[in-house]
Structures are given as C-alpha cells and as structure tokens.
C-alpha cells in the first residue's frame, strides 16, 4: 500500500526557518517525481514545487523561489522541503504528493495527510 | 501561468439530481492535461478525472469529466451525499501546476 506522511509542521515566527518531511512506503520511491502542494486555511490548493526521481531536475513556484529548497534522500524514502525567510503567506497545510505513474506528466493520486505550518509572531 | 476559473462558487442541490462544473483556462491546456480532485473537510485531494476524461481507480461512474482546450466540465450524474465536498480542477501540462479556485457542492 502507498503512504506518504508529513512531519515537522509547526509554529514558526516570520523570517524563519523549518523543514518538512514526507515519508513514504509502498512503492519504488527513486522512480517518482514528487511535489509539494500547500493549502493556506479555508482557501484552494497551491502547488509549491517538485523533485525528479534521482534529484537532479527541480521547480517551484515563483512565490517560494529563493527560499524554500526541495530534496530527496532515495535511501530514507525521504522527501524534504527546507523553508527558509518564513512569511506570514506561508502559512498552510503542506502536502507532499505522487503521481499516477513515473512519467514526468502525471496527476497526483496519492497524498498524504498534510502538515500544518504557522507563521505567526 | 495558465489561470484556471471554476464556476460556479457554490453549488447548493437534492441527491439524485445533476451537477455540472465548469473550468475554464487562461489558455489551451496541452494534451487534455487536466485533472478533477474531490476535497472533504480534513482530508486531502482525491483524484477523480485525468485526461479531461479518464476516470482514475475506484471512482464511480457517476462522474464523468469531459472538454479540451480551454473549457472542461466535471458531471455528476446523480448527486450522492457523500458527493459533498470542494471540487477542484488542475492542469498538469506546464510549469507552473495551477488549481482553479474551487467549486463546493452542497447536499440539501
């Protein structure tokens, strides 16, 4: 069975720092892209950034460019954000997800269970 | 930056009845590259529709998606109340990956 779980949510103060995992099981995790998706309280679904299997390629979202950082430890079946100059427009429920199949276009069909981020003084 | 707007806000009706969703895009989305997730309070997106009109795994016939190019349409043919819920679509053709604002269902 495929499971992704996020951890390392929390309260942070505005121009901090915290990482997140995702951790999954169930399937070969080197062969897939996986992405970030993030969903601020009460509104729609942002996506935030995504890793090819061996690391090597990377994208995010204009909002996030420069200082958050995607990677991925194939050996801890580990996906990681670094979030670094913490806005309060950060705040969200951050979802890691994986698509269908391993080709590079794909919809996502597994997603975790999200973990919060607060940044807030 | 393709921009996906989703009508109409709210949506408010009996079991057993018709829903339509609409999603239009800024531009044409490639290959039909777009996608329908379900969202319940608490709980993440579940994929619905890929393709415009591919039904993913486990989901019943009862939706169906349909559309290309600009404007897509997500049916639910006969409304179930477990089909309350925030519909969203998403376009996976091109950097970056954007979601249409939402539609919610409601059950009376």
């Known amino acids: 069975e495929v499971q992704l779980v996020e951890s390392g949510g929390g309260l942070v103060q505005p121009g901090g720092s915290l990482r997140l995992s995702c951790t999954a099981s169930?399937?070969?995790?080197?062969?897939?892209?996986l992405h970030w998706v993030r969903q601020p309280p009460g509104k729609g679904l942002v996506w935030v950034s995504r890793i090819n299997g061996d690391g090597t390629s990377t994208n995010y979202a204009d909002s996030v460019k420069g200082r958050f950082t995607i990677s991925r430890d194939n050996a801890k079946n580990t996906l990681y954000l670094e979030m670094n100059s913490l806005r309060d427009e950060d705040t969200a429920v951050y979802y890691c997800a994986r698509g269908v199949t391993v080709a590079t276009v794909t919809p996502w069909n597994y997603w975790g269970q999200g973990t919060l981020v607060t940044v807030s003084s | 930056e393709i921009v996906l707007t989703q009508s109409p806000g709210t949506l408010s009706l009996s079991p057993g009845e018709r829903v339509t969703l609409s999603c239009r895009a800024s531009?044409?989305?490639?290959?039909?590259?777009l996608a329908w997730y379900q969202q319940k309070p608490g709980q993440a997106p579940r994929l619905l529709i890929y393709?415009?009109?591919s039904r993913a795994t486990g989901i019943p016939d009862r939706f169906s998606g349909s559309g290309s190019g600009t404007d897509f349409t997500l049916t639910i043919s006969r409304l179930a109340p477990e089909d309350s819920a925030v519909y969203y679509c998403q376009q996976y053709g091109s950097s970056p990956w954007t979601f249409g604002q939402g539609t919610k269902v409601e059950i009376k």
């Open positions: 531009q044409s989305v490639s290959n039909t590259y």
């Open positions: 393709g415009a009109s």
């Open positions: 169930g399937f070969t995790f080197s062969s897939y892209w």
